[in-house]
């Protein structure tokens, strides 16, 4: 085998380098008397194939076979099937193979009975180590697979400490051991050229150094890569931008691509080194109508199919939610009133199970809704059931047009199985039969699946800007390459090692290692250097610590200096044009209503106190937030459930145990309620319970008799334009004392220091005086509110001379109310702590005022 090193040639172009590359392999083709048209030349990505392409053309005459390693592999024969044993390169089918595998192992089955989550990562990682074992394997010629296996095996046994991780080790080596079919890289060490021509780039091949190894025909090695560390001139103008944070990067980026395309360096390659930064950058550039081409793709999971198809699995499968239904609905059916006006009702009515909209008459939408429940009914139901039953009932749901005209669909249904039949005989055939699932876990099954494939969308050809990771960029005639991301956290920290294996027993066997990783992102680095310009954009700061540059951008500093060379990079600038923004702070916001609602509630007076225009925009406007339909029980929930509790229970009360009586209310009132869900305030009310028997004893021991509970009120207490207007309300308890007083009690599940704080300010206490005009404000009307959730115990807490209080409220409202009906503005206040939760925060635009 001869080698020779091409380097990076300083002002050389990629289209030089192609032509350097033919033309040196014409001549040791020449040299050794093979034919040209007979040669294999073997590149490492398959977007390289068209400048090389080109660089032959341009010479005349024959050209050599040019492909990649694996492409040859597939042309010259087809990949032999799995058996129902063996690994099928399928993640998440390989999963149920080895759940199969592990069925033997005691030591599994214990984890998989105590701890099924971390029996799940660990099938992960057993099928993530047996893919590094297989697709080793395969990169060695076959004459030596075997001696490799058994050096693999006497290392595992040198070191046997491990526990578990080893013990997973063991089954995955012994499993791609066992798998006696050729690989398809075998036909490549069958394959007879007339030469090997390697093109090493970005570090080296293990397949194509074995091949190169046999020495059955001539072969060449054209080594691109180049020592970082020796590299004083780079060929690149190499450029850097410093950003703040995020955002700003992000801005840079954009701004960069922009430029380079000004400049006429199209076509321009944004390197996907830091995804999350790259989606933004590729945002902005959308904002501009920029096409650009993303070959890495996405996960299938993100596709708009995949999110149609989870939402149909999770209406189905998802225990009956109506907020799954209604998700799914809405992604499937065109809008319409119909379906608005079910969702309306399921808000209103707070139902939260599909169960009950079943047993509803005269729906919104019922045929809509009748139809989709009778069409995922064979999803519905419970039990374990064959996963290839499940994707076969998956496929009669869709329908007979699939996901249709949704984004991904065509890989969605093919990475589940839905638009091809299992290979008769294979291992998807019979791991799809075998495994037996529950609905949680085909859910999660879908799941893994949907997470594990890749979608790429279709190229429109000719795109200005390419979005591909740093290793596909190399030797491709790009003009400009923006790498946003050029941090130490980002760009040279190398990938991810395999989870059962340490480096040093990765390097031992001859699986890749993370150093391994790292040489070969700092090759690909390299590569980039050949591109006319390297933009290098990335953040100095990461939170509040400082974020220093790439190792590798550090590495080519180095060099330069040890050479005496001036520093490589340049600051890049940005060539924007500041413009000068006049800021226009908006005036508080203020409206005037020239009519009130015909009734007042005490909310609606507590909104108008607190801030006249939350007053208008939830009691003139009607506005507010809809309820969620699936919420966990809250506080304000448990408060609703215990008054209703205290006035069944008041309201039947007879002579006997109190406790008992009180439970037996509580449980009459806990029916329809989800227990698991229900259990915290469940045990917040059996520590409620005796405290509340003893206040009663004491209350009634001093004269004080329950006189009526839950009692709705309305009353007009306003004269002239405002006669009319009625102020309604709730009142929760009404009790008489020894003294024939009236006595006015409010439950309270809050802290007694809250209530305590507020009727030292009684004039500020609204709905207490409400509730006092609504009981006519007699003189002989006294007021408490009754706090339930005290540490130490049941505490009346009282609000001294509410008569007063409610005669002066009345007086203010009147003057109040009148200005709205004057068309006085209703001015927003935002004060104190009343915006941090009011939905309305956004239409006064609080934030934006001057």
């Known amino acids: 085998m001869q080698a020779i090193n091409l380097g990076l040639e300083p002002g050389e172009d990629i289209d030089g380098f192609w032509r350097r590359v033919a033309a040196l392999s014409a001549e040791w083709l020449d040299s050794q008397g093979a034919a040209l048209r007979d040669a294999v030349l073997l590149l490492p990505f398959a977007q390289q194939l068209a400048p090389a392409r080109r660089a032959f053309l341009a010479r005349g005459g024959w050209l050599p076979l040019l492909s990649t390693t ?18 099928s390169g399928d993640a998440p089918v390989d999963a149920l193979a080895a759940d199969a595998l592990l069925v033997q192992q005691s030591w599994a089955q214990g984890l998989k009975r105590d701890d099924p989550r971390a029996y799940r990562l660990a099938l992960a990682r057993l099928v993530e180590t047996a893919h590094a074992f297989a697709r080793a394997a395969a990169q060695r010629d076959p004459a030596l697979r075997a001696a490799w296996f058994d050096t693999a095996r006497q290392h595992l046994r040198e070191d046997p400490i491990g526990g578990i991780e080893r013990a997973l080790t063991w089954v995955a080596l012994e499993w791609a051991a066992s798998d006696d079919r050729a690989p398809a890289t075998d036909a490549l060490f069958r394959h007879r050229p007339s030469a090997w021509i390697v093109l090493q780039a970005g570090g080296p091949d293990p397949l194509a150094q074995a091949l190169l190894a046999r020495g059955d025909v001539p072969a060449l090695l054209l080594n691109a890569d180049a020592d970082l560390d020796q590299l004083a001139v780079p060929a690149a103008r190499v450029e850097e931008a410093l950003c703040a944070d995020f ?15 000004a400049a006429g360096r199209a076509p321009v390659a944004l390197i996907a080194q830091d995804r999350v930064v790259v989606r933004r950058v590729r945002a902005l550039l959308s904002r501009q109508g920029v096409p650009l081409h993303d070959e890495t793709g996405w996960t299938l999971a993100t596709t708009p199919a995949a999110s149609a198809l989870m939402a149909l699995l999770r209406a189905a499968l998802g225990g009956g939610a109506v907020d799954d239904w209604l998700a799914w609905l809405k992604l499937t059916v065109e809008p319409s009133p119909a379906l608005d006006a079910l969702e309306s009702l399921c808000r209103r009515r707070r139902i939260g199970r599909a169960e009950a909209l079943d047993a509803m008459d005269k729906l919104p939408a019922e045929a809509l809704w009748r139809a989709k429940r009778q069409a995922l009914a064979p999803l519905t139901s419970s039990g374990r059931r064959p996963l290839v039953q499940w994707l076969y009932e998956l496929k009669r749901a869709l329908g007979p047009e699939p996901l249709a005209g949704l984004e991904g669909s065509e890989g969605v249904l093919t990475a589940l199985w839905l638009s091809r039949n299992p290979w008769p005989g294979s291992a998807h055939e019979a791991v ?10 085909f ?5 893994d699946v949907l997470e594990a494939g890749q979608f790429a969308p279709a190229d429109p050809g000719h795109a200005p800007v390419v979005v591909t990771p740093l290793v596909r960029a190399m030797l491709r005639p790009f003009r400009a390459l923006v790498l946003p991301g050029a941090d130490a956290d980002t760009l040279g920290r190398g990938g991810r090692g395999l989870s059962l294996l340490g480096d040093a027993d990765a390097a031992a066997i001859g699986l890749p290692t993370q150093a391994q990783q790292r040489e070969a992102e700092a090759q690909a680095f390299v590569q980039a250097l050949r591109a006319p310009v390297l933009t290098l954009l990335r953040c100095t700061r990461a939170g509040a610590e400082p974020l220093p540059a790439s190792p590798l951008i550090e590495r ?7 050479a005496g060379r001036p520093w490589p990079l340049l600051r890049w600038q940005d060539e924007r044009v500041p413009q000068a923004v006049e800021l226009r702070p ?8 020239a009519r009130l609602p015909a009734a007042l509630s005490a909310s609606a007076v507590e909104a108008l106190r607190r801030c006249p225009y939350q007053f208008f925009s939830r009691h003139l406007l009607g506005l507010g937030e809809a309820d969620e339909l699936e919420a966990e029980i809250e506080k304000r929930d448990y408060g609703t459930w215990l008054h209703a509790v205290l006035h069944r229970f008041h309201t039947d009360r007879q002579p006997g145990d109190v406790a008992a009586q009180l439970r037996a209310a509580a449980e009459a009132e806990s029916r329809g309620l989800d227990a698991a869900d229900f259990l915290p305030w469940q045990a917040s009310f059996v520590r409620l319970l005796p405290r509340y028997v003893d206040w009663l004893a004491e209350a009634e021991a001093q004269g004080q008799v329950f006189a009526g509970g839950e009692l709705d009120r309305r009353c007009q207490p306003f004269d002239g334009a405002l006669a009319e207007l009625v102020l309604r309300g709730r009142i929760d308890r009404i009790d008489t004392t020894a003294s024939a007083r009236r006595l006015l009690l409010d439950y309270k599940t809050g802290s007694v220091a809250s209530l305590k704080a507020r009727v030292a300010e009684p004039l500020e206490d609204t709905q207490m005086a409400v509730y006092a005009l609504l009981m006519d404000a007699a003189p002989d009307l006294s007021a408490a ?3 339930l959730d005290d540490s130490t115990g049941v505490v009346a807490v009282e609000h001294d001379e509410v008569f007063v209080t409610a005669q002066r409220l009345r007086e203010g409202l009147q003057g109040d109310l009148q200005q709205v009906l004057d068309r006085e503005p209703l001015r927003a206040l935002g004060e104190g702590g009343v915006c941090d939760h009011c939905e309305a925060r956004g239409l006064c635009r609080r934030d934006d005022w001057s």
């Open 586 to 593: 908006l005036a508080r916001a203020g409206v005037a209503a």
């Open 432 to 441: 799809l039969d075998g495994a037996r699932l529950d609905a949680a876990g």
């Open 443 to 447: 859910l999660a099954w879908v799941s």
């Open 785 to 787: 509110y009754l706090a």
């Open 247 to 261: 955002e700003t990067l992000a801005e840079a980026g954009a701004v960069a691509v922009l430029q380079h395309l």
């Open 556 to 562: 080519l500093v180095a060099a330069a200096r040890r």
């Open 70 to 87: 694996h492409s040859l592999a597939s042309a010259l024969g087809p990949t032999p099937l799995a058996a129902p044993d063996q690994i």
